[in-house]
């Protein structure tokens, strides 16, 4: 296994079993997030993190339209 692999497994893992610290420190160790593993998380905060949903949120609608060619209507 890769150290890459490593890592992203864990955070699949860690969103499977909705652990929010387990997925934030995966995400860190792997360095680089897709934008479909960001939403993950994203997802993850709404569930069991409220309070932190939406920062999270914020970053990915920025990231998600620095990205991806989007109308603002579609974003």
Request: proline share 4%.
């Amino acid at each position: 296994m890769t150290a890459q692999g490593q890592p992203r497994s864990r955070f699949r893992h860690a969103i499977e079993r909705k652990n929010f610290l387990g997925a934030m420190t995966s995400a860190q160790d792997m360095g680089v997030v897709s934008l479909d593993e960001a939403l993950d998380l994203v997802c993850l905060a709404a569930e069991v993190a409220p309070d932190r949903f939406d920062g999270f949120a914020r970053r990915w609608l920025v990231r998600l339209a620095a990205e991806r060619p989007l109308r603002l209507g579609r974003a």
